[in-house]
């Protein structure tokens, strides 16, 4: 019976300790609710933007925006147009206030123009 010696394996080679690992970014922190606006008044386009830039889905907005825009071209002084009003400011004052954009006890107007 033979045996066969193997090569002795290589040892990995010791990592050096003074090499600094760095650390990941922390994300900033929102602002404390004391200092989040009770009330804002926007246009449309503001308040997607804003939105948007928090990172925030403003899919559900477009839609509501596009119904208001409808009633008020039908007729302005309708129930279903004031109706389709506040569904869209409620709407975005609830997407204001999940992205710690608005007071949670804050108002949300929506400006003309849109």
Do not use: N
Request: glycine share 8%; aromatic share 4%; proline share 14%.
């Amino acid at each position: 019976m033979k045996l066969r010696l193997w090569p002795p394996r290589s040892r990995p080679e010791p990592e050096p300790e003074d090499v600094p690992v760095e650390a990941p970014p922390e994300p900033t922190p929102p602002p404390p609710e004391a200092e989040l606006p009770s009330k804002l008044s926007l246009s449309l386009d503001e308040a997607k933007a804003a939105i948007r830039g928090a990172k925030g889905d403003v899919i559900q907005v477009g839609f509501l925006a596009g119904d208001y825009k409808r009633h008020q071209e039908e007729d302005p002084g309708s129930r279903e147009t004031a109706a389709a009003r506040g569904q869209l400011c409620e709407l975005i004052a609830t997407r204001l206030r999940d992205r710690k954009l608005l007071a949670p006890d804050g108002a949300f107007e929506l400006r003309e123009g849109v």
